[in-house]
């Protein structure tokens, strides 16, 4: 796998990542939300360089102008409902990317350390040689990017994957590169150190859902 970490280099996008862990401005849910979708722009742009370009000659009214054009069917599959503002972010650029939405959340069946990964509702276009790209903002033991990727194989082999998140533990870095073949991607603002216990990254930023959307219950 292609590991490709953003924040490897100054940019903008560290003011972005700042805002998100900072407590005493990440409660502001549309401000975290946004910026969220803000990281999905700067990181869909970053991936399109990798893409198939065609030429195509473009008619200005004064003339004409050769221009190398994406020719790449994209497919973008989220990881809900945390990867919805990500899924925004990536959808204001690929504008006509087909969508897939699957839920995968960590159902903690006997106490707070010990979950699951249960994928239950799942919609997929066919992904026979199509440009995938999976968005979780938050990559923490690999698993839910995993279990999405099992549960996507009957929809067809894609002709590439990109792999796309935010805030990554080194943990789940190395799962998913140990799970995906070396010919697929990961584009990422930043990798964190530390799991803790609760397989929460340290220091992260908590927990995206309950930032982006308000507190669940547990079920
Ligand atoms: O790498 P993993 O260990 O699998 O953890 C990451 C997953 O955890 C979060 O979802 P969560 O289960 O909190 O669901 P939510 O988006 O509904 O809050 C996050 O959005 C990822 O989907
Ligand atoms: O740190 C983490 C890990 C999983 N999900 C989150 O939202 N945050
Ligand atoms: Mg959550």
């Given at each position: 796998m292609n590991i490709h970490n953003l924040s490897e280099s100054n940019s903008i996008l560290n003011?972005?990542?700042a805002e998100i862990r900072d407590v005493s401005i990440q409660q502001d849910r549309m401000r975290f939300r946004r910026n969220i979708e803000r990281i999905g722009e700067v990181l869909g742009y970053e991936m399109s360089?990798?893409?198939e370009f065609k030429t195509k000659n473009i008619k200005t009214p004064l003339g004409e102008k050769p221009t190398d054009i994406y020719q790449n069917d994209i497919v973008l599959c989220s990881i809900l409902r945390a990867g919805v503002p990500l899924h925004n972010g990536l959808l204001n650029y690929f504008d006509?990317?087909?969508n897939a939405f699957i839920s995968a959340y960590r159902h903690h069946k006997h106490d707070p350390e010990t979950f699951e990964i249960v994928?239950?509702?799942l919609a997929c276009p066919d992904l026979s040689g199509?440009?995938?790209i999976l968005a979780d903002p938050m990559l923490a033991t690999g698993?839910?990017?995993?279990?999405t990727f099992e549960a996507l194989k009957p929809f067809g082999t894609p002709k590439e994957i990109h792999l796309v998140s935010v805030i990554g533990?080194?943990?789940g870095v190395d799962f998913v590169n140990s799970h995906f073949d070396d010919d697929s991607h990961l584009w990422i603002a930043t990798i964190d150190e530390q799991l803790n216990d609760k397989g929460y990254i340290i220091p992260g930023l908590g927990d995206a859902g309950d930032l982006a959307f308000?507190?669940?219950l547990q079920q």
């Amino acid at each position: 796998m292609n590991i490709h970490n953003l924040s490897e280099s100054n940019s903008i996008l560290n003011s972005f990542i700042a805002e998100i862990r900072d407590v005493s401005i990440q409660q502001d849910r549309m401000r975290f939300r946004r910026n969220i979708e803000r990281i999905g722009e700067v990181l869909g742009y970053e991936m399109s360089k990798t893409l198939e370009f065609k030429t195509k000659n473009i008619k200005t009214p004064l003339g004409e102008k050769p221009t190398d054009i994406y020719q790449n069917d994209i497919v973008l599959c989220s990881i809900l409902r945390a990867g919805v503002p990500l899924h925004n972010g990536l959808l204001n650029y690929f504008d006509d990317a087909e969508n897939a939405f699957i839920s995968a959340y960590r159902h903690h069946k006997h106490d707070p350390e010990t979950f699951e990964i249960v994928v239950e509702y799942l919609a997929c276009p066919d992904l026979s040689g199509k440009t995938l790209i999976l968005a979780d903002p938050m990559l923490a033991t690999g698993q839910s990017m995993v279990a999405t990727f099992e549960a996507l194989k009957p929809f067809g082999t894609p002709k590439e994957i990109h792999l796309v998140s935010v805030i990554g533990a080194q943990a789940g870095v190395d799962f998913v590169n140990s799970h995906f073949d070396d010919d697929s991607h990961l584009w990422i603002a930043t990798i964190d150190e530390q799991l803790n216990d609760k397989g929460y990254i340290i220091p992260g930023l908590g927990d995206a859902g309950d930032l982006a959307f308000g507190k669940k219950l547990q079920q």
